[in-house]
């Protein structure tokens, strides 16, 4: 499994946008990169996934550098129930997420 | 998107005392089903992996003697704590992949918070 690194917190104002940074510097040429993201007492929920070009979609946008080494994941206006805990995990179709530690979203109101 | 359900959502046991966590896909065939535990302030921790049918792999460290999985449908896992401790205490999490779809994505149940006294 490809190794990431995240910041382990961050914080945002309510209604600015964040950008919540990975490196996966070893990610092997069919991973795709995922991010979920786990709120208080719940299960992890899926947010977006990519492989090389950026992608939108209703809940974030992902950036994801042209090398492949590292991707942003942007919250456009950050509402209190984005308050989470964010995962960038790079993964092949067919394996199993695992998840590393993550980075723990606060927005402030 | 899919949804997968958990029950119970929270069960208190005695120590020595089995229990059995039931992870449900609601709206589509789960080829694959996964286990995860999750203590306090730490990441998700992948248990083992069941394919519908056979039996489940476990991952290093987790005594599958100790947590039997059971895969017997498309629709349902189940995981069973056998002689559960206050170790054991934990919040376990399931998780189930459509195999049918071009991405197979995994959608993860509202997990379930386990006491053991």
């Known amino acids: 499994d490809a190794k990431t690194t995240q910041p382990n917190s961050m914080e945002s104002n309510e209604e600015e946008p964040v950008h919540l940074p990975c490196n996966h510097s070893?990610?092997?040429?069919?991973?795709?990169i995922h991010w979920y993201r786990q709120l208080p007492s719940q299960g992890p929920e899926y947010v977006i996934h990519?492989?090389?070009s950026n992608v939108n979609n209703r809940m974030a946008s992902l950036a994801i550098a042209e090398d492949r080494k590292s991707s942003t994941l942007i919250l456009h206006r950050a509402t209190l129930r984005d308050a989470a805990v964010y995962y960038c995990?790079?993964?092949?179709?067919?394996?199993?997420?695992?998840f590393g530690e993550g980075t723990q979203l606060t927005v402030n109101p | 998107g899919a949804v997968v359900s958990q029950h119970p959502s929270r069960v208190i046991c005695k120590s020595g005392t089995s229990v059995k966590i039931e992870c449900r896909s609601l709206?589509?065939?789960?080829?694959?089903m996964f286990w995860y535990r999750q203590f306090p302030k730490q990441s998700l921790m992948l248990m083992a992996t069941?394919?519908?049918?056979?039996?489940?792999?476990?991952e290093q460290g987790v005594e599958k003697d100790k947590f039997l999985i059971n895969h017997a449908s498309l629709t349902l896992s189940t995981l069973t704590v056998t002689s559960a401790h206050p170790e054991d205490s934990s919040f376990y999490i399931c998780?189930?992949?459509?195999?049918?779809?071009?991405?197979?994505?995994?959608?993860f149940g509202p997990g379930t918070r386990l006491t053991v006294l």
């Open positions: 995990i790079p993964l092949s179709g067919g394996s199993r997420l695992t």
């Open positions: 709206d589509f065939q789960a080829t694959t």
């Open positions: 069941s394919n519908e049918g056979s039996k489940a792999t476990y």
């Open positions: 990519g492989l090389t």
């Open positions: 070893t990610i092997s040429g069919t991973d795709y």
């Open positions: 998780s189930a992949r459509d195999g049918t779809g071009a991405y197979n994505e995994q959608f």
